[in-house]
């Protein structure tokens, strides 16, 4: 699980992607491309942030691409996206 990229459902219903870092049973854990490089290297970095499991998403090229689109025209839709 850990690097696999996800799309993340932020405050005010932001889609972001971003990247899986850990997770536990009712939390996964969040961070970015250039914090995970960190990480990943044993170096000092922010810390991942913690999402609930129901604000996790499954990655698709083809949908992110579009996200920004999608979101600017009010036609993002939630219940179409995959729990991770």
Request: no cysteine; charged share 30%; hydrophobic share 40%.
């Amino acid at each position: 699980m850990r690097g696999n990229i996800v799309i993340i459902r932020t405050y005010g219903d932001v889609p972001l992607v971003r990247r899986v870092w850990d997770e536990d049973d009712s939390t996964i854990y969040i961070t970015n491309d250039e914090q995970f490089q960190l990480l990943n290297e044993g170096k000092e970095a922010l810390e991942p942030i913690g999402f609930p499991r129901e604000d996790v998403f499954k990655y698709t090229p083809d949908l992110a691409a579009a996200m920004d689109q999608l979101v600017k025209s009010g036609k993002w839709d939630w219940n179409k996206l995959a729990s991770f």
